[in-house]
């Protein structure tokens, strides 16, 4: 059974025994409700930063180019990347391409945000911080759900 623990305001973390039930919890979330920042949705490597997010305005919210890049931009200068908006996936570093998935995520305005196994996206970051660090810069009031195994209980607290 998960266990819950409010790492910071508005950043919960439930932490998974093992891989199946960490699985398991991801395939039960609806789609149509839920962000997610994954290992399993990465970015399109032949568009850079800006274009991977702007994507999102462009495909699901229909809005013109011009203006899905600007929120896209407004969005990487709030989660402190603003450099990172010219670089393709090969050429940022685990941290940046972190920022990118999550403001992807982010451009989605679905009621739920979960980042599943950060551990495998920033495995040479300090990622309890980080997230911290991003949640804040973030704003607003939807609280972010963490998908971390029991074992890295110890780097949230």
Same mark, same amino acid.
């Given at each position: 059974?998960?266990?819950?623990? !409010?790492?910071?305001?508005?950043?919960?973390?439930?932490?998974f025994?093992? $891989?199946? /039930?960490?699985?398991?919890?991801?395939? &039960?979330?609806?789609?149509?409700?839920c962000a997610?920042?994954?290992? %399993?949705?990465?970015? $399109?490597? +032949?568009l850079?930063?800006?274009? +991977?997010i702007?994507?999102?305005r462009?495909?699901?919210?229909?809005a013109?180019s011009? %203006?899905?890049?600007?929120?896209?931009?407004?969005?990487?200068?709030?989660? &402190? /990347?603003?450099?990172? %908006?010219?670089?393709?996936?090969?050429?940022?570093?685990?941290?940046?391409?972190?920022?990118?998935?999550? %403001? =992807?995520a982010?451009m989605?305005?679905?009621? $739920?945000?979960?980042i599943?196994?950060?551990?495998a996206l920033?495995?040479?970051?300090?990622y !309890?911080?980080l997230?911290?660090?991003?949640?804040?810069? /973030? &704003? &607003?009031?939807?609280?972010?759900?963490?998908?971390?195994? /029991?074992? +890295? =209980?110890?780097?949230?607290?």
């Open positions: 059974m998960p266990d819950e623990f !409010a790492a910071a305001p508005g950043l919960r973390v439930t932490f025994p093992d $891989r199946v /039930a960490l699985a398991q919890a991801v395939a &039960g979330l609806a789609d149509e409700t997610r920042v994954s290992p %399993a949705l990465p970015l $399109r490597v +032949n850079d930063a800006l274009q +991977n702007a994507l999102i462009l495909y699901r919210k229909q013109g011009r %203006a899905a890049e600007t929120s896209a931009r407004e969005l990487l200068l709030r989660l &402190g /990347a603003a450099g990172v %908006a010219a670089r393709r996936e090969a050429d940022m570093t685990t941290r940046e391409r972190f920022v990118v998935l999550l %403001a =992807r982010l989605l305005e679905r009621p $739920r945000l979960v599943d196994q950060p551990g920033l495995y040479d970051e300090p !309890a911080a997230m911290r660090e991003l949640r804040q810069r /973030a &704003g &607003g009031d939807k609280d972010w759900e963490v998908y971390d195994y /029991a074992w +890295n =209980r110890v780097l949230y607290e």
